[in-house]
């Protein structure tokens, strides 16, 4: 395998599946079929429990609210500590989405509060030969550039399972505002591992936040040494607020939310595999139509597919008259190429426009003329990408209600 290939989260996730399970297999003395069913039949814990890495408590600033921004019903919906953003708003906005109207998700109940006076970045590991520790002042002097880049929460688009398969799913009940683009300016990864001697060998890097529940996911060390794979410390020209990291969070170009590690203190680089409970317990699809991929129990999830959203409000009403009827779509995996609108619940579809911008792992604006005349309508859209992905009528239901990329309806009356 071409080592590039390892900077897409899908062939990272396969290739260190498959190693695992050939390794486990043959330990246990069993076939590559045999120790998959043991997974699927709950028995493959203990195979898989000593190769898991330890939970590691690390001590963080008291924390405080669960939303530390200001969150007014209009801009958002607002559950437990998350903070879903209101397309509507963004009916009148530019390309970015502000920070104050960015969508948080946190795994953790509060938002930790960190001084950066006192905050450092640890990193260490086997893949590394002189482990060291980074203080705040010390990363900002360091080269840096800005991105823009979509990132969006895994469970965005979770209510529409509900819809399409008439099943309630527990979690955050997103529709479809667990999505931002923003700049995001930060040092590249690269700096602060080839500053500790990352080593030849090194294989794969995992982040650790300093949340309540140490939230880390790994990623390969090709990855890691990407020039756009950043420890970002400003967010559109402004200092990274608390909600979405303050002082340090992670920028993993096009890989799933959960990937870019908020508040982060720790970096392990290994000359192993690495392994976390938020690709192997959780964040993985798990379902009749998915198979156990061990040491995961399902396919781990990865980049987000093709998605497309109105910017109007659910189930909501607007005046009659001419209007542009606007909304944006989406790709974790290439650049928007073409998007069609329906204004009949999918009778009849036609072209939108694509406004400029359209970047690559962020999104697209576009708009078609609307007579909005009085009643009831079921607006559908869907989008497809640069590498071929076309948004389905129905995709199969996972037990936690990820990566929804169906068509969806969005029903809107006109008085």
């Not at 076939?31 to 709950?42: D, E, M, N, P, T």
């Not at 330890?54 to 924390?63: F, G, I, Y």
């Not at 530019?94 to 001084?115: Q, T």
């Not at 950066?116 to 002097?141: I, K, M, N």
């Amino acid at each position: 395998m071409h080592r590039k290939d390892l900077l897409n989260e899908e062939i990272y996730d396969r290739e260190r599946a498959d190693e695992f399970v050939w390794k486990r297999a043959k330990v246990l003395g069993l076939s590559r079929r045999q120790f998959i069913q043991l997974l699927a039949a709950g028995a493959g814990a203990a195979a898989t429990a000593n190769l898991l890495p330890s939970h590691r408590k690390l001590v963080a600033a008291e924390a405080d609210r669960a939303i530390i921004k200001p969150a007014p019903p209009e801009m958002f919906l607002q559950n437990g500590s998350n903070l879903e953003m209101r397309w509507e708003a963004m009916y009148t906005r530019g390309y970015l989405v502000p920070n104050e109207l960015f969508f948080v998700r946190n795994n953790s109940p509060a938002v930790p509060r960190l001084d950066p006076a006192t905050w450092r970045l640890q990193v260490e590991g086997s893949g590394v030969s002189r482990p060291r520790s980074f203080s705040y002042d010390e990363l900002l002097t360091m080269p840096s550039i800005s991105v823009i880049r979509a990132i969006e929460c895994a469970g965005n688009g979770r209510n529409f399972f509900q819809v399409s398969h008439g099943k309630k799913i527990a979690g955050t009940p997103w529709n479809l505002g667990g999505i931002g683009v923003a700049e995001w300016t930060g040092v590249p990864l690269r700096e602060v591992l080839e500053r500790v001697g990352v080593k030849r060998s090194a294989r794969d890097v995992m982040p650790e936040g300093l949340d309540e529940k140490n939230i880390k996911r790994p990623m390969s060390i090709e990855k890691a040494m990407a020039d756009d794979t950043l420890l970002v410390y400003a967010m559109n020209g402004h200092t990274l607020p608390p909600d979405h990291g303050f002082p340090i969070r992670m920028l993993v170009s096009g890989w799933v939310g959960i990937a870019h590690i908020k508040w982060v203190g720790r970096i392990e680089a290994s000359e192993q595999s690495l392994y976390s409970e938020y690709n192997t317990k959780k964040y993985v699809l798990i379902g009749p139509e998915y198979e156990p991929n061990p040491p995961a129990l399902g396919p781990m999830l990865t980049t987000q597919k093709v998605k497309s959203a109105f910017e109007l409000p659910w189930n909501g009403e607007v005046p009659s008259g001419k209007r542009l009827l606007r909304g944006r779509s989406w790709s974790g995996e290439g650049r928007i190429t073409n998007v069609e609108v329906s204004l009949d619940g999918g009778q009849t579809w036609q072209p939108a426009r694509l406004r400029e911008p359209n970047l690559d792992l962020a999104w697209v604006r576009w708009d078609v003329d609307w007579d909005a005349r009085p009643g009831n309508y079921k607006l559908q859209a869907r989008a497809a990408d640069s590498e071929g992905n076309t948004q389905p009528d129905r995709i199969p239901l996972n037990e936690e209600g990820y990566s929804h990329w169906a068509v969806v309806t969005h029903s809107i009356t006109v008085t």
